[in-house]
């Protein structure tokens, strides 16, 4: 683990270009919050389309850290990360290089696999071919290759006859990440350096009429039920504490990051049931609902604690 930073002035780099704007902007509200009751200089900077305008911000300004509130592609794939190391001011969570694999599915995929952790069924389609054929048998998820805070994922149930509308619709590049349906639960596991928190299991409000942990139901109040620590078997709960660590490490992440999970216990019996690694967040969200600060306060670690130790733990990687 990298020694702690002495940091007195932040720039919060919130919004951002990406489907998730609404949901940086939130954390980045919690977050500029949380530093300046620890004490800390805070500025924050809403990073817009003009990236002159931001490297000129950060040029003018000049802070000791920079705290990436940013969600979704170029903040969370390695785009920022890449200016930042270039200016040479140390940031938080992840590198280029965690950052980018862990955002690109497929590529995190190889990444699990090579590690022997275990994934769903599925590979890469083409999304003017999926019209024509099922690529997987149904049920399926479809999913964009570099969205999160599942955008655009979509599941597929036998005798559909949505697979037009769905590529008529689709608005995230050329190509489509397909996986079979997991059944059971969705989990998480919240990482802070080498240390897994506790494993959430979460379950969308079914009066809200969630088919799965979608944005809305990540994101609006009332939208999920969170059970932490989640009421599974204990072998299964290691081994999502553990295989969250294996996933940290196999990408290369630094500071937090927070790993999701399908659950199958369906049709286990008293055994563990099966577990497979869905993706890893780099930029866990810090909102009023999120995982990660309910995690860490869970273990005794206040959301402005959690903000801290981010802080103290934020690197440079030139």
Excluded at 37 to 47: F, H, I, K, P, Q
Excluded at 60 to 69: G, I, L
Aim: hydrophobic share 40%.
């Amino acid at each position: 683990m990298t020694a702690p930073h002495p940091a007195r002035t932040i720039t919060v780099l919130t919004g951002g270009l990406s489907a998730e704007r609404a949901v940086s902007l939130s954390s980045g509200r919690g977050i500029s919050a949380a530093l300046r009751e620890e004490g800390y200089d805070v500025r924050v900077l809403d990073a817009g389309a003009d990236l002159g305008a931001i490297v000129a911000d950060l040029t003018a300004h000049r802070p000791d850290v920079v705290f990436n509130a940013l969600h979704g592609r170029f903040g969370e794939d390695g785009s920022i990360q890449g200016v930042l190391d270039w200016m040479n001011i140390p940031y938080t969570h992840s590198g280029v290089r965690a950052s980018a694999v862990a955002m690109d599915k497929a590529a995190a995929r190889a990444a699990f696999t090579a590690a022997g952790l275990p994934v769903a069924a599925g590979g890469v389609i083409d999304i003017a071919d999926f019209p024509a054929a099922d690529p997987l048998p149904a049920p399926y998820v479809i999913k964009p290759l570099n969205e999160g805070s599942s955008v655009g994922v979509d599941i597929v149930r036998p005798g559909s006859n949505r697979r037009a509308a769905i590529a008529d619709a689709w608005t995230y590049g050329p190509k489509a990440l397909v996986e079979e349906f997991i059944p059971g639960r969705e989990l998480t596991v919240g990482v802070m350096g080498d240390r897994a928190l506790t494993v959430t299991d979460i379950t969308p409000n079914p009066d809200a009429a969630h088919e799965f942990y979608d944005y809305a139901a990540k994101y609006q109040e009332g939208g999920s039920h969170h059970v932490l620590p989640a009421q599974i078997h204990p072998d299964a709960f290691a081994q999502a504490l553990r295989i969250a660590v294996v996933a940290h490490q196999a990408l290369g992440c630094a500071g937090a990051s927070r790993t999701d999970f399908r659950y199958d216990d369906t049709a286990c019996g008293d055994g563990p049931g099966r577990l497979v690694i869905l993706e890893v967040n780099t930029q866990p969200g810090m909102t009023a609902t999120s995982l990660l600060p309910e995690q860490a306060n869970a273990c005794g670690i206040s959301y402005g604690a959690l903000c801290r130790w981010m802080v103290e733990h934020a690197t440079c990687r030139t």
